[in-house]
């Protein structure tokens, strides 16, 4: 039984009633299956919606909506229940959550529209979902300059208010369409039509006038196998996503004590700051590791093999003072350094590095000692790193050096 799409009729159909549920499951969840319904089923990169089912004195909660491929709709519930055939349902569909899918639907065939004739940019796929809303476009780069003219296009279509519907054409209509893309479906194509502006074939939601929308704003670009990806927003989340970038900027202009227009410099006054004082850290840093090396070497006399293996053990030193620490001890060529940082997590970071005159195989030694801790690295013979468990803290005090 293929179930009737009320939504396809009238998308602001936010309620209904009707009668000849069945009970049956979707992904091991209890759901409904109705003769018809004006709750979305997931598909075409648009969420299904969610809302109640009213049965007599009992509500259902329905938490998801999907359909099958011979066309039935279930609406997947929060709970089991049951459900008497005859019985008389009203349906109610959370309606924030619909409009701001049609919304952000129509949007995205805009800017799919605008990203096509601005920068000759073609959808590869679309994912509209709660938390962002995405294009994929057959590009590799697409120019800000097109990304901000396309953003202008579409916003200038909202602002026209312009008439946005879904038909059905006849065979001879739809060759004389000029399509977007073309259709998934050989027969009973539906196409939603943003008036003068856009033709796609789509089975989704959509508003009934673009200035329903409100704005739409591509809030970041980044590129994905090859392709780039649009983020963007519409509706009420470009409201939303303003006010808590003001917030964020209106936190920063107190945190410095500086109006709007002073922000880039005070950034650039910090970030220059950072920078002396990470060159008088490292600075620091550097003194400390040839001291630490300095002594940790006058502990250790020459060892009459010509190989002179040195374990040390720091806290909570970072990769960068470990390979300097290593660097330092190894500079005698007789030397074997294997050296520890202890983290916070109690993870040992390990630093195995041999001098000019040693044969010692680091890699080889480090990949050992990894499978036999549970832990991992390795590495040339002459340098190896690797993570070590805690218990590798018990193998370098063992030697009896200071941590």
Same mark, same amino acid.
């Given at each position: 039984? *293929? *179930?009737?799409?009320?939504?396809?009729?009238?998308? #602001?159909?936010?309620?209904?009633?009707?009668?000849?549920?069945?009970?049956?499951?979707?992904?091991?969840?209890?759901?409904?299956?109705?003769?018809?319904?004006?709750?979305?089923?997931?598909?075409?990169?648009?969420?299904?919606?969610?809302?109640?089912?009213?049965? $007599?004195?009992?509500?259902?909660?329905?938490?998801?909506?999907?359909?099958?491929?011979?066309?039935?709709?279930?609406?997947?519930?929060?709970?089991?229940? @049951?459900?008497?055939? %005859?019985?008389?349902?009203?349906?109610?569909?959370?309606?924030?959550?619909?409009? %701001?899918?049609?919304?952000?639907?129509?949007?995205?065939?805009?800017?799919? &529209?605008?990203?096509?004739? +601005?920068?000759?940019?073609?959808?590869?796929?679309?994912?509209? =979902?709660?938390?962002?809303?995405?294009?994929?476009?057959?590009?590799?780069?697409?120019?800000?300059?097109?990304?901000?003219?396309?953003?202008?296009?579409?916003?200038?279509?909202?602002? %026209?208010?312009?008439?946005?519907? #879904?038909?059905?054409?006849?065979?001879?209509?739809?060759?004389?369409?000029?399509?977007?893309?073309?259709?998934?479906?050989?027969?009973?194509?539906?196409?939603? @039509?943003?008036?003068?502006?856009?033709?796609?074939?789509?089975?989704?939601?959509?508003?009934?006038?673009?200035?329903?929308?409100?704005?739409?704003? +591509?809030?970041?670009?980044?590129?994905?196998?090859?392709?780039?990806?649009?983020?963007?927003?519409?509706?009420?989340?470009?409201?939303?996503?303003?006010?808590?970038?003001?917030?964020?900027?209106?936190?920063?202009? &107190?945190?410095?004590?500086?109006?709007?227009? %002073?922000?880039?410099?005070?950034?650039?006054?910090?970030?220059? @700051?950072?920078?002396?004082?990470?060159?008088?850290?490292?600075?620091?840093?550097?003194?400390?590791?040839?001291?630490?090396?300095?002594?940790?070497?006058?502990?250790?006399?020459?060892?009459?093999?010509?190989?002179?293996?040195?374990?040390?053990?720091?806290?909570?030193?970072?990769?960068?003072?470990?390979?300097?620490?290593?660097?330092?001890?190894?500079?005698?060529?007789?030397?074997? #350094?294997?050296?520890?940082?202890?983290?916070?997590?109690?993870?040992?970071?390990?630093?195995?590095?041999?001098? =000019?005159?040693?044969?010692?195989?680091? $890699?080889?030694?480090?990949?050992?000692?990894?499978?036999?801790?549970?832990?991992?690295?390795?590495?040339?013979?002459? &340098?190896?790193?690797?993570?070590?468990?805690?218990?590798?803290?018990? @193998?370098?005090?063992?030697?009896?050096?200071?941590?």
């Amino acid at each position: 039984m *293929t *179930t009737e799409k009320l939504y396809w009729d009238d998308p #602001a159909q936010f309620s209904f009633e009707t009668t000849g549920a069945r009970v049956a499951s979707w992904q091991d969840k209890t759901a409904i299956v109705l003769p018809r319904t004006a709750f979305y089923a997931e598909g075409g990169g648009q969420l299904g919606d969610t809302g109640t089912l009213r049965v $007599g004195a009992q509500t259902l909660r329905v938490v998801d909506t999907q359909i099958d491929d011979a066309g039935e709709i279930f609406h997947v519930l929060e709970t089991p229940a @049951e459900v008497a055939h %005859d019985v008389v349902i009203l349906g109610s569909i959370d309606v924030d959550r619909r409009r %701001d899918m049609m919304a952000h639907h129509t949007a995205q065939h805009m800017l799919s &529209r605008a990203m096509m004739d +601005v920068a000759g940019a073609a959808t590869v796929s679309a994912r509209l =979902s709660l938390g962002s809303c995405t294009i994929d476009f057959d590009k590799a780069a697409l120019p800000d300059a097109d990304v901000a003219s396309a953003e202008d296009l579409v916003n200038a279509i909202v602002r %026209d208010d312009v008439v946005v519907r #879904a038909f059905f054409p006849n065979e001879d209509e739809l060759r004389s369409l000029d399509l977007r893309r073309a259709p998934k479906v050989q027969t009973g194509v539906r196409i939603v @039509e943003v008036a003068g502006f856009d033709l796609t074939p789509c089975g989704g939601t959509h508003v009934t006038r673009s200035g329903q929308i409100g704005a739409v704003r +591509v809030t970041g670009m980044e590129r994905i196998k090859g392709k780039i990806r649009a983020t963007f927003l519409a509706s009420a989340r470009v409201l939303v996503d303003a006010r808590a970038k003001d917030k964020l900027l209106g936190d920063l202009m &107190r945190d410095m004590t500086c109006g709007l227009a %002073d922000v880039p410099a005070g950034v650039a006054r910090l970030r220059a @700051e950072l920078a002396d004082r990470v060159d008088a850290l490292a600075k620091a840093r550097g003194e400390l590791v040839r001291h630490v090396a300095d002594e940790v070497l006058s502990a250790c006399p020459r060892d009459a093999s010509g190989t002179t293996v040195v374990r040390v053990l720091r806290e909570g030193d970072d990769v960068g003072a470990l390979r300097t620490l290593a660097g330092r001890l190894t500079a005698r060529e007789d030397v074997v #350094a294997i050296c520890g940082s202890r983290e916070a997590s109690g993870e040992v970071l390990v630093i195995v590095q041999r001098g =000019s005159a040693a044969s010692f195989d680091c $890699g080889a030694w480090l990949k050992e000692t990894a499978a036999r801790l549970n832990g991992r690295g390795g590495g040339r013979p002459e &340098r190896a790193e690797g993570k070590l468990p805690a218990t590798f803290v018990n @193998e370098l005090r063992s030697i009896g050096f200071p941590a």
